[in-house]
Nanobody, 123 residues
Framework: QVQLVESGGGSVQAGGSLTLSCAAT?????MGWFRQVPGKEREWVAA???????TYADSVKGRFTVSKDNAKTTLILQMDSLKPDDTAMYFC????????????????????WGQGTQVTVSA
């Protein structure tokens, strides 16, 4: 069973920055970030695969940067130019190498989830 532990959430004013980290107990093909607000579905934010290919949701493209450490088991999300609409619980997730070359951009691509870390952006 893979364990994921997020850290780095908090409160910031609009235009500010936050960095989220997610420590995984083993590597995977997909490592991704999702976010969710109460009453809405979990939304994919960004992902990086084992080849280093990164993808982003249109809503965060150009503002967020996803990366991994050299050991490829710590996922990082650098969030700049934050907006109030970015307020959500952020979750990291990894897959279980079960699919051949998944796109890493949907909940269905992932098998393991962290507990979430809250990000609040005030106007």
């Amino acid at each position: 069973q893979v364990q994921l532990v997020e850290s780095g959430g908090g409160s910031v004013q609009a235009g500010g920055s936050l960095t989220l980290s997610c420590a995984a107990t083993q590597s995977s093909f997909c490592m991704g970030w999702f976010r969710q607000v109460p009453g809405k579905e979990r939304e994919w934010v960004a992902a990086i695969d084992s080849r280093g290919r990164t993808t982003y949701a249109d809503s965060v493209k150009g503002r967020f940067t996803v990366s991994k450490d050299n050991a490829k088991t710590t996922l990082i999300l650098q969030m700049d130019s934050l907006k109030p609409d970015d307020t959500a619980m952020y979750f990291c997730a990894t897959d279980d190498w079960g699919k051949p070359f998944p796109k890493c951009d949907s909940v269905a691509d992932y098998a393991y989830w962290g507990q979430g870390t809250q990000v609040t952006v005030s106007a």
